[in-house]
């Protein structure tokens, strides 16, 4: 499903993981005999960047074959950087693809309606985001906010970051991300590929926090994190933090946070090719096939009605997103969510006699029709069920026939077809009803 910008992305992420991530000060031995720097001294030299590098390659198994440019750069610099960096590597939305991706994402209630994302990502990179490594450029760029001085966590961000870089000189992970990103196969295998790389330095900074005694949390963290948790419905965390969140466990299974034959196919040649595989990595171990599915909203929309964006896959994390509003549906929605087999989505707007605009969410004038595959028929019939119940607990959407609810101005719908599950939403109930009967 088409989801946020990347600049957007890696700031939400970074936040959403502060929810989550705890300090691991479990007793550890430093090999090099030298105490990590004092708490207010975090200066550039004090962190001894090759120090660290020593450690990383250490735990990773790997050496670097080329040494990163260490560099700092201010924090109020960060999002043109990371945009920059996207320019470069052919990676970045047009204004318009942001703008569809996030119309979308409110009609569906992942965002909020009056949510401003320029300003949350802006708000976090300055405040979230402490590291990042530039591949192209072989840097490691450091934020820095107070002076030179570094936040208390930035050794263990810095050994994240370096486990990209050994990741990207041995893998090439980099050039297989943006591969994919501009491939037409679907965004779900593309998140699934980013959990391995994310997941993997994840490993690498959690096993060098629970050995160095370094923090992983700085003081503020937790507190830009909430701010975004109130501004934007659960249901979008789980996808934005989805690499964090769910990778560490996916490539702990592999052998991480050791460089083993197994995670390096996951890296290469034979990566996850959905998010299901990452939530349920038996599936991935024995190549579950994705099942095919096919839309026919033309035959119900007909020519009246234009496609915002391609046709793309509907997976089973944007599954998890649709069934868990709030964080007190996840367990359950997690549960749904992995029997998911195979799903594709379409988002269209209807033409306007006049030419006029229509300010997100565009509910008068915008049809969303997803339709995935589960495991049985009886997840099936669960997934629709909790579809329905999500709708009227954490939207307020009211019944107005079978399987059809108002909801937000305009309408949604749910209907089953043995394993197949379609959801709807579109401007009246008759349409999302008729939509969910014959266009999936």
């Known amino acids: 499903m088409r989801r946020l910008p990347r600049t957007t992305v890696l700031a939400l992420g970074a936040a959403v993981l502060a929810l989550t991530a705890a300090s ?11 105490p990590s720097p004092p708490v207010g001294a975090r200066t550039l030299a004090e962190l001894q960047p090759d120090r660290i590098i020593r450690r990383v390659e250490e735990i990773r198994g790997l050496k670097l074959k080329r040494r990163p440019r260490f560099r700092l750069v201010p924090h109020r610099s960060l999002d043109a950087v990371l945009k920059r960096q996207e320019r470069r590597e052919g990676t970045a939305e047009s204004k318009r693809e942001e703008r569809v991706g996030t119309a979308l994402l409110k009609l569906l209630g992942l965002l909020k309606p009056d949510a401003d994302l320029d300003r949350i990502s802006r708000l976090v990179s300055e405040e979230g985001i402490l590291g990042v490594y530039d591949g192209a450029r ?3 760029l450091i934020v820095r906010r107070d002076g030179d001085r570094l936040p208390v966590n930035a050794e ?4 994240h970051e370096l486990t990209h870089a050994l990741d990207d000189q041995h893998y090439g992970i980099f050039r297989r991300l943006t591969r994919l990103a501009r491939r037409s196969t679907g965004e779900d295998g593309t998140l699934a590929y980013q959990a391995v790389l994310e997941g993997s330095a994840e490993a690498v900074a959690n096993e060098y926090a629970r050995r160095y005694h370094v923090a992983q949390e ?9 701010r975004i948790q109130r501004e934007v419905p659960f249901g979008a965390l789980l996808t934005l933090s989805f690499p964090y969140a769910f990778g560490p466990t996916f490539v702990g299974g592999l052998g ?31 190549r579950t096939p994705i099942a095919p599915v096919r839309l026919r909203v033309g035959r119900v929309l007909g020519d009246d009605w234009v496609p915002l964006q391609p046709e793309d896959s509907l997976g089973a994390i944007d599954l998890l997103s649709l069934l868990a509003l709030a964080e007190d549906d996840a367990a359950s929605a997690s549960l749904l969510s992995a029997g998911w087999r195979g799903g594709r989505y379409a988002y269209l707007r209807r033409r306007s006699s006049d030419g006029a605009g229509c300010a997100a969410p565009c509910t008068s004038r915008d049809a969303f029709v997803g ?9 099936a019939r669960r997934v629709a069920v909790t579809f329905g119940e999500v709708l009227q607990r954490r939207r307020r959407a009211r019944r107005v026939g079978r399987g059809t609810w108002r909801v937000a101005g305009g309408a949604a719908a749910v209907r089953r077809h043995g394993d197949r599950v379609t959801i709807v939403y579109a401007p009246t109930p008759q349409l999302a009803a008729r939509l969910a009967r014959d266009g999936g």
């Open 156 to 159: 263990a961000t810095i050994a």
């Open 218 to 226: 700085a003081p503020g963290e937790q507190r830009s994190a909430e």
């Open 256 to 286: 991480a946070p050791r460089a083993t034959a197994a995670l390096a196919r996951a890296m290469t040649d034979r990566p996850p090719t959905s998010t299901v595989q990452v939530l349920d990595p038996q599936l991935y171990r024995d």
């Open 371 to 379: 339709t995935v595959r589960l495991l049985s028929d009886g997840v």
């Open 138 to 140: 072989n840097e490691m």
């Open 24 to 34: 691991l000060l479990l007793v550890g031995r430093d090999d090099d005999a030298r």
